[in-house]
């Protein structure tokens, strides 16, 4: 207690310090490293998963997917028809460098014929990736749309599709047991890809070229720190050739098709921003093989099964599965 000049009483003022609380949680750098190397892995996994479209013309949907894919299974069910209606779904799980993949996605779409040789639709996709790596998640859902056109050379047996799709996705991530930060992409994908098909001793030999770009960008936003995460980007470019075969048997009440292929593929990836400093997993070269069976039963229905690898020559990358389908046609 202290008296002032005029006779007050008042009381002694005290200075307290109170110490602020410790900011906790990952840096800029460690969020943008993570958001890199997953905007990266997701790329591969959507191009690797593009649903063949040559078959929709050459009447045996899927056996002019040469290009190399890492899909583990895939459900397909497609109508015929004058404005045919398709659907796809796979399933995918890798692992690279420690960090394990589970990659989901679902492709759906319909096409009008603009003569005997061409036609041209619209799809929908959807994708899902999953990416943990010891006490560190991040995962997503995205989506693409757009154009797409399918067209054959009038009395030969050589294909031609293209497509160019857009679309965005929405994101977690949690680094070492932090808080998630919520995270936002754009992106985009074009291809196009040229198969034949030639028959030589009871096979059916289809060899395929094929050219892939996409691109996704992160937007700039502000995480848990209140910190500025600026914008960055990755763009993957793959061209792959591939061999496929199918040798027909005969199966009693239906029809066998055993098949296989080997394929390589060339991969480049560049980043913008912070992404550019992220040294690519999978740049270069890497081969796969695949082999499988399809049975097509008198009533049009198909059920086929097969097995592929991904990753000959790759350091660091391998991917295995096996494939269930069903297709029917009505």
């Known amino acids: 207690m202290s008296i002032d000049a005029a006779g007050n009483e008042s009381t002694a003022l005290a200075i307290v310090h109170v110490a602020e609380e410790p900011i906790t949680g990952p840096t800029v750098e460690e969020i943008q490293t993570q958001i890199a190397t997953y905007m990266q892995a997701r790329v591969g996994h959507a191009i690797n998963a593009q649903p063949d479209l040559i078959g929709f ?23 015929s028809g004058t404005q045919p209606v398709w659907a796809r779904l796979q399933g995918n799980w890798s692992t690279s460098d420690g960090t394990e993949n589970s990659y989901f996605f679902g492709a759906s779409g319909a096409h009008v014929s603009l003569n005997a040789n061409a036609l041209i639709g619209f799809m929908l996709q959807v ?26 050379l009038p009395e030969h047996p050589l294909y031609l599709e293209g497509r160019y799709l857009i679309g965005k996705t929405e994101n977690s991530t949690s680094i070492d047991g932090a808080a998630a930060q919520e995270f936002g992409t754009d992106r985009t994908l074009a291809s196009i890809k040229i198969a034949g098909q030639l028959d030589y ?20 936003f502000i995480d848990n720190n209140s910190n500025a995460v600026p914008q960055q980007g990755v763009t993957v470019r793959d061209v792959a050739i591939g061999l496929d075969f199918a040798k027909p048997l005969s199966a009693g009440q239906g029809d066998l098709v055993l098949t296989g292929g080997i394929a390589g593929v060339w991969s480049e990836v560049n980043g913008e921003g912070f992404a550019s400093t992220i040294t690519p997993a999978y740049e270069g070269q890497r081969g796969r093989v695949h082999l499988g069976a399809t049975y097509s039963m008198r009533d049009g229905m198909q059920v086929s099964a097969g097995a592929n690898y991904d990753g000959l020559g790759a350091q660091d990358y391998e991917n295995w599965g096996v494939q269930l389908g069903f297709n029917m046609k009505f």
């Open 57 to 79: 013309l050459s009447g045996r949907a899927g056996s002019f997917n040469a290009t190399v894919t890492r899909s583990n299974g895939n459900f397909d069910f497609a109508t």
């Open 201 to 220: 001793a009871g096979l059916t030999l289809t060899p395929s070229l094929s050219a892939t770009r996409m691109e996704e960008t992160q937007e700039a």
């Open 127 to 152: 994708d899902r990736l999953v990416q943990e790596n010891g006490g560190t998640r991040t995962e997503g859902d995205g989506y693409l749309l757009g154009p797409y056109v399918v067209a054959k």
